[in-house]
Nanobody, 122 residues
Framework: QVQLVESGGGLVQAGGSLRLSCAAS????????MGWFRQAPGKEREFVAS????????RYADSVKGRFTISRDNAKNTMYLQMNSLKPEETAVYYC???????????????WGQGTQVTVSS
């Protein structure tokens, strides 16, 4: 139905930056909400950031506030995550997500990408 494809992951030194992209294709879907999650080895998947359709409303995990910036270009069906001052503990597979709903402040996506590996070396 809907495909979400992440790109931009890779190896970066601590303190460095990466910009992740998520391109959506396939059937139409609710684009009111999109976001990023990450999952480190042996850890549960955690919320990183989300954005509404207009881009006016953004939410961030406390751990990334001030360092990460989420944005989207609806004309290109693409969402971005600019990650600055990366830390080794942020090594994880980063997943693009879209659609779904919020329960309180918790975002439950309907669609997921396959993930892109981000490795932060020390």
């Amino acid at each position: 139905q809907v495909q979400l494809v992440e790109s931009g992951g890779g190896l970066v030194q601590a303190g460095g930056s990466l910009r992740l992209s998520c391109a959506a294709s396939g059937r139409t879907f609710s684009s009111d909400r999109m976001g990023w999650f990450r999952q480190a080895p042996g850890k549960e998947r955690e919320f990183v950031a989300s954005i509404n359709w207009s881009g006016v409303s953004t939410r961030y995990a406390d751990s990334v506030k001030g360092r990460f910036t989420i944005s989207r270009d609806n004309a290109k069906n693409t969402m971005y995550l600019q990650m600055n001052s990366l830390k080794p503990e942020e090594t994880a597979v980063y997943y693009c997500a879209a659609g779904g709903s919020y329960t309180g402040t918790v975002y439950y996506p309907a669609y997921w990408g396959q993930g892109t590996q981000v490795t932060v070396s020390s």
